[in-house]
């Protein structure tokens, strides 16, 4: 009477209820695949929006000069703002806790090559500019770099999709493109990014170039804008504060004037996000329990019956001498048995639909949903307190049966 | 002679909604090692009851039960396991065997809740049917089986743990003639051997055989006789 009439006992079981033990199977499988598919379309859904995020870069400021809004010792408001290259260096100087990047632009240049001609946005910066943006140069490529700066060279990185543009699907390093009728080596691709928020256009569409270059051909010398990224992104609103007070002193405007430089802090974003996600998953794994749970009901039911009609045999089994704690743990294994066929089910459903779903093509709106460890995780320990608790009840009923009662004795 | 059992002015009550039926009526009996005891009585006098409680199956509602020297009144439901395991073997007039389970694993159940390995297990339950004459049935089902093969199976069960006293319910009451014989037979064999066994029964022919016949009526001892040894 081992582990083998352990089972022989709930195949009898299963054999006296067929239609009820399948019922009750299939709550178990549904609700597991309700609440592993809830928990990972949410994660999935939440990888994709991060990841659009990060397209734009993670936990960075983008600032604008503007003008200021404020009087500031005897000088009027309404005065514009200007930065240069050397504000920006000044704030590298001052506020070493963060790094900055200057941003300049042109909307009205035209790249040639061949018989094609776009007029795209051209940006001129640094080589952390790519860093801060999340902008990766695809294998053969590289952005922008230090050398390019110090000796002005005409050097262009591409977004993926101005280069498609540009040279369809042929190689586009080393190649050159005319801007303006100069010529540019193309030194990079990007790689291909997700990214729904931009300020001037996806990077997608955008031709790079060194800003010292830029500076040169254009003889601008003022910036469009620039950012800047905090090393520990806790530290953001301080930097923020640290920028106004160093802009301020070097323009002369109040540095409570949040007007004079206009910023978008995405750490912002951030923060909401972190917030929506942690109820959104929570909202989800809670709708997907109720399923679990009433499938735990649906157990728990078939349990009292196995209960009710198996007295007898509890009755025998505690006139030769079982104790009540064995017998509760029969049913309670038994119980536990049923819920983990109906899990193991419920997560092959799963992991088939997952793997299928990519072939669906909508990953690209509602992200590609992963059975995660946090999603197997979440499930097994759902099934496993509800099994539990489905269990303890019947099983408990079983073990305080009278020896005489359950023999039909009195 | 010692003692096994002892019971002290025991009574039962049992109250089924205003009715209160009095099915033991302040009950004395002592049974001592090796008697063999055949209780008797009109239906309804209290046999079975007593024997419940005889089992530890039942608890009186007022009285003392001792057996093998322990009072058994008030004991918690795992320690009246562990009794019923080690001193009582029951066997049923309706056999009670488990219905998807082989004769060997029947016999072996009381085995289990002691705790014995599988493999002595194994061998002690084989023995067992042997010694029921099942040598060759160890493998069938209950629904495989007559009636007295049954019952001896339950016997098997009963004995196996080498229970201190064997307690039998009307065990030959669902069986014929014939297979009933084998039964009280088979109970002289283990009387003869050394076996303590109380015995309900409402034959007198099969209470002729046993060495002490108890008369219940109205749940109250009228006749207590022993046979010339
Ligand atoms: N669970 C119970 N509830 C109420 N009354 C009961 C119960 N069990 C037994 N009785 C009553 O107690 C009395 C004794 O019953 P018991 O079963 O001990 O009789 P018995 O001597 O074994 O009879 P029989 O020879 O027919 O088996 C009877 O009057 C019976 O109706
Ligand atoms: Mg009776």
Redesign the pocket.
Known sequence: MGSLSFFRQMLQDVRQQKLRTALTVLGITWGTVSVSLLVAFGEGLEARIRANQRGLGENIVIAWPSRTSLPWEGLGKGRRIRITEEDVEALRREIPQARFSGEMSRENSTFRRERVRITPEVSANSPIFAAMRNIIPAAGGRYVNDLDLDRRRRVVFLGDKLKQDLFGDQEAVGQTVMLDNVPFLVVGVMEKKAQDSSYSGRDEGKAFIPDATFRGLFSERYLENFIFQAHDASATPDVTRKVYEVLARRHKFDPADKEAIGMWDTSEAEKFFAIFFGTFRAFLAIIGSFTLVVGGIGVSNIMYVVVEERTREIGVKLAVGAKPAWIQRQFLAETLTLTAVGGVCGMLVTFGFLAVFPLLGLDEYVGTPQASPLVIATTTALLGVIGMIAGWFPARRASLLDP??ALK?? | MDKLIELRDVR?V???GR?E????RGLDLEVGRNEYVAIV????????????ILGCLDTPSSGSYTLSGEAVAGLDRNRLAEIRNRHIGFVF?SFNLLPYATALENVELPLLFAGVSAKERRERAAAMLDRVELGDRMEHKPTELSGGQMQRVAIARALVNRPTILLA??PTGNLDSASGKAIVSLFEELHAAGQTIVL?T?DSGIAKLASRVVR?QD?QIVEDVRAAA
């Open positions: 005489v009662v004795l009195a | 039962k049992y109250s089924t009715l039926v009095q099915a033991l009585g009109p239906s309804g006098s209290g046999k079975s009851t007593l024997m419940n007039q319910d009307e309900i409402h219940v749940g």
